[in-house]
């Protein structure tokens, strides 16, 4: 009988997971294995021992073979997925050369050579020369050739994590395209690096030499070496299938195929995509990403500290539902929802904007999170619930512009993520879009997109279309209540929508004098 099953392994913010699918987009088995994120040796820094993502690879793989159900004979084909861009700079032998600059990573690289010639020209009578500056301070690689030479010089290849992996598994310095996802010079339209004049080779300075090969999603990358068999447990010589970053894997593993339908994500950072077979710029000079379906395009808007600060209210202001909780063996997220549920819709007023980190373009570099309408009447209850409908609020936002954009109307909402498992959540979601919103049958919606394409290229499957149809299913739908999506869309549309813009110049201020203070 010929092997049916897909081998998925998701590599996270804090965990790697390795999870077996059979074709309807079953879990037959799961493991999981947790690492700290990044560690710190100076303010903004986030790094990681790369030797940590690898070793927690190979150990969900040898957990994963502990259960009964995870029959390695059964498996066709395997697949990875990742965070998006931690970079790792690597010598021959695919050894790292210093530790993983987590995407978390903050250090920026200030004096950077403006971009000069012709492109330098259009950048300024386009008033994007901060744009391109801000590309140039943020890119790893620019720090990497300023601060640290020797090792700039003696890198063989400069890799996203899922290229280190692949390396690892496949003993080839390959990645996939829908990987690129980061301070890299890749052209977004193309899909490939970008191209010998384009201005991204003046912005970050490396050589193509320097990169790995590309594939497309669904495409082979190479074949389970022996010495990654041994370290994993999985069969040498089974086919490792490009996939994508996670995001983007996580919008097929929720059924996203045509743009009406839009994926959120209520993970740290929060997103929301759509998948468009056109390239298409939502805001200027910020490019749609690559789909894990090849040549499609998903365009994303996100909140950097999404629900990130649904944990920061937690950790600061919940205590007592955390402690009721365990004294009473109930789960701690359905005490915070009964506290959703104890205050109305809008919150009486509290309305709150998720600018907790800044952005680029919109918002800019200058945002900082507001709550504004605080009276006598507000508890913590009503922060909590100012919080969820604020980050909703700012995914609306994005889909509103990407709608606008793109000229599809978005007419149903998935939703995944460590949110999406509560139900406060997901209702206000649906009351905020005034649409249906539905969580798939699994929260495991990466690793479920990265069987896909394992299922696709394999041959499991067809193509795309009948591996989404058969794979991913929803399972709980909540319907919009009419009057709540009024109330929302009032305060929408007469206070959020209007907040950044009569802040901003505070927000100017408040930058200014923290400037000062360091």
């Not at 490396?206 to 669904?218: A, D």
């Not at 929720?254 to 740290?268: D, N, Q, R, V, W």
């Not at 499957?461 to 058969?470: I, N």
Request: proline share 7%; charged share 20%.
């Amino acid at each position: 009988m010929t092997p049916q099953n897909v081998l998925a392994i998701d590599n996270g913010t804090q965990s790697v997971r390795a999870i077996l699918f059979d074709p309807q987009g079953n879990i037959l088995a799961k493991s999981q294995v947790k690492f700290e994120p990044y560690y710190s040796t100076a303010p903004g820094l986030a790094e990681q021992d790369p030797r940590v993502f690898w070793d927690s690879l190979c150990q969900a793989c040898q957990q994963l073979w502990q259960n009964p159900a995870a029959d390695k004979h059964s498996i066709r084909a395997v697949a990875l997925t990742t965070q998006r861009s931690t970079i790792i700079p690597v010598d021959q032998n695919g050894q790292a050369l210093r530790p993983a600059i987590s995407w978390l990573d903050k250090r920026r690289t200030k004096g950077q050579q403006p971009i000069g010639g012709i492109w330098g020209i259009l950048f300024r009578l386009a008033g994007a020369t901060d744009t391109a500056a801000y590309l140039q301070a943020e890119a790893e690689a620019s720090w990497i050739r300023t601060h640290e030479p020797e090792i700039w010089e003696r890198q063989h290849k400069y890799l996203m994590l899922s290229g280190y992996l692949t390396y690892h598994l496949t003993g080839r310095f390959v990645d996939s395209v829908a990987c690129q996802v980061g301070y890299v010079p890749f052209d977004y339209k193309s899909q490939n690096w970008a191209g010998k004049y384009d201005w991204k080779w003046q912005a970050i300075p490396i050589s193509k030499e320097k990169l790995p090969e590309l594939v497309k999603p669904s495409h082979l990358l190479g074949e389970i070496t022996p010495q990654a068999s041994q370290a994993t447990g999985i069969p040498a010589g089974l086919p490792l299938i490009a996939a994508a970053a996670d995001k983007a894997c996580e919008v097929i593993g929720s059924g996203c195929l045509e743009p009406h339908i839009a994926s959120l994500s209520f993970g740290t950072t929060a997103t929301i995509n759509t998948t468009h077979r056109r390239y298409m710029e939502v805001i200027p000079l910020i490019p749609p990403y690559p789909s894990a379906i090849p040549d499609q395009y998903t365009l994303e808007i996100q909140i950097y500290r999404g629900f990130w600060m649904v944990t920061w209210f937690k950790e600061e202001f919940g205590l007592k539902e955390q402690l009721t909780a365990g004294e009473q063996g109930l789960i701690p997220e359905d005490l915070f929802d009964d506290l959703v549920n104890s205050v109305p819709a809008g919150s009486d007023g509290l309305v709150l904007q998720p600018y907790w980190s800044p952005g680029l373009r919109l918002p800019g570099p200058e945002a900082r999170g507001a709550v504004i309408g605080f009276s006598n009447v507000h508890t913590r209850a009503h922060l909590y619930r100012a919080i969820l409908e604020g980050l909703v609020y700012g995914l609306k936002e994005g889909a509103d512009r990407s709608v606008k954009r793109s000229r599809v109307p978005i007419q149903e909402l998935r939703v995944s993520g460590g949110g999406s498992q509560s139900q406060a959540a997901m209702q206000i979601t649906a009351d905020v879009f005034g649409l249906p919103a539905c969580r798939p049958h699994t929260y495991e919606t990466s690793g479920l997109g990265a069987a896909i394409d394992a299922a696709v290229g394999a041959g499991i499957h067809p193509d795309f279309a009948t591996a989404v149809r058969e794979m991913t299913h929803t399972c709980e739908t909540f319907e919009p209540d009419p009057a709540n999506h009024q109330r929302y869309d009032e305060l929408y549309q007469n206070v959020y929508l209007k907040m950044y813009r009569r802040l901003q110049s505070l927000y100017d201020s408040i930058q200014e004098f923290c400037e000062k203070a360091d």
